[in-house]
Every structure is written in C-alpha cells, then in structure tokens.
C-alpha cells in the first residue's frame, strides 16, 4: 500500500479511538488532506482510495494541480486554507468548494461578486485571530461578530470558523475559545487542528482538521 494511505488509515483510526474514549456520539471530524507543495503523483493514491478534502494554501499551485482532476473526480471537495488575495479571488471561486482564511471586508466582498458572476455558494470559515498575534492573519475575537454579520449580509454560506494558533503548546486555550465563539456566533463547524495537535482538536469537537505533513512527510 501506499504510504499517503498508510499514513491517513494511522491517523483516522487514532481518531477514531479517541472519540471513543470520549464517548462523543454523533461527531466525526472530516480530514482535510493538505497537499500544498506535493505534486499530483503523491496525491492521486489517496483520490483512487476514495479521500474526498483536499487542501491547497496557493490558488496558482491549485488551478495547476487540481482544475483537470475535479473535472474527473466530481465528488472532491476543495479547500482554500491559505491567505487569498483578492486579485486571485476570481480563480479561487472558480476551483475551490470552501475558503477558510476570510478575514478582510474587501475580500468578503469580493467573494460575493465573484460568486455571484459563477452562480456558485462557496462554503466559508471565518479565519479568527484566536491568539491575538500582532502579525498574524484573522478577525480579532471582539470584531468577529460584526464581521460575520457583514459577510452574511453580503450574502456569503458562514459555515464556521478557522484558526491558526499560536504555537505555543497552548493549543487548549484556543480551541476551547474557537467553541466560545462559534457559540456566540450560531455556528457549528470549526477548521483546527494540525499534523501536531489534531488530537487535542478533537477534544474540542473540531469539525474539520487540516493535517498535511503527518500524511504527505515533511515539506521542503
Ligand atoms: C500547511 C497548512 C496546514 C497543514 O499543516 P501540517 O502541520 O503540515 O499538518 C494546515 N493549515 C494551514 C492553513 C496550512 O497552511
């Protein structure tokens, strides 16, 4: 068998033991197989295995790698989890099925016209600057709220919220503020959760984990 295939069965079947010790029923976190960097060849194993959320931080990388084989494979679901800038907005709508890195007006807006051209609901994850970071990309925690509004306003499909935390080996902090605030705000999935703290995501419920490097090996 494959490695990359190897490599998620480990993962998924960690998981699986987890939400068991947790006891939590009804709950099973999608993985989003970050494949950012590697070529095709390294992914396809997983498409041919039936892995169905991909992950991409470039929308140039994307359109080159993805555009013929979503033609092919019609049930993958692609995932933007990088920063978008709005001169690429117009392809990213086109390739990808969720944008998890929203955290400007001017790219929300930009969404919804570019959307709207398409005739197309791209599923969107708030990115949320959980830590506070001074360099960091996100809403600020006491602007999410607003913001949300806004983009809802526009029209965009809010499905959750998505962070990067900081690294910190405080990840607990964050995730459980990440449930804070999707309370607060009504929503129900939340984008966190890496190759290095998936496992704790899960005590947290996360819905969606972006994991790359525990899958694919370490990048470049
Ligand atoms: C690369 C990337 C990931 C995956 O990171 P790993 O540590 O390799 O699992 C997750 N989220 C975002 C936004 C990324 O850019």
């Known amino acids: 068998m494959h490695n990359v295939i190897d490599n998620l069965n480990f993962i998924q079947n960690e998981i699986k033991i987890k939400i068991k010790k947790l006891n939590f029923s009804n709950y099973s976190p999608k993985i989003i197989a970050v494949s950012k960097t590697f070529p ?24 080159e790698k993805w ?65 506070n970071e001074t360099q960091k990309s996100g809403i600020d925690v006491n602007k999410v709220s607003e913001f949300t509004s806004s983009c809802k306003k526009l029209g965009l499909e809010v499905i959750g919220t998505m962070c990067l935390p900081p690294n910190d080996g405080q990840s607990d902090i964050y995730f459980s503020k990440m449930l804070d605030i999707n309370k607060m705000l009504g929503l129900t999935e939340t984008s966190m959760g890496m190759s290095s703290d998936y496992i704790n995501a899960i005590n947290f419920k996360a819905t969606y984990l972006r994991i790359g490097s525990k899958i694919f090996g370490e990048r470049n």
């Open 67 to 131: 555009t013929d084989i979503k033609d092919e494979f019609k049930n993958i679901k692609l995932h933007m989890v990088g920063k978008l800038q709005t001169n690429k907005v117009k392809f990213a709508v086109k390739l990808f099925d969720y944008i998890h890195s929203v955290d400007t007006f001017k790219l929300a807006k930009k969404i919804s016209e570019e959307q709207t051209k398409l005739n197309k609901k791209i599923k969107i994850f708030i990115q949320i600057n959980v830590g």
């Open 40 to 63: 095709m060849k390294d992914i396809i194993p997983l498409i041919n295995n039936g892995h169905i959320h991909f992950g991409e931080n470039k929308v140039q990388e994307a359109v």
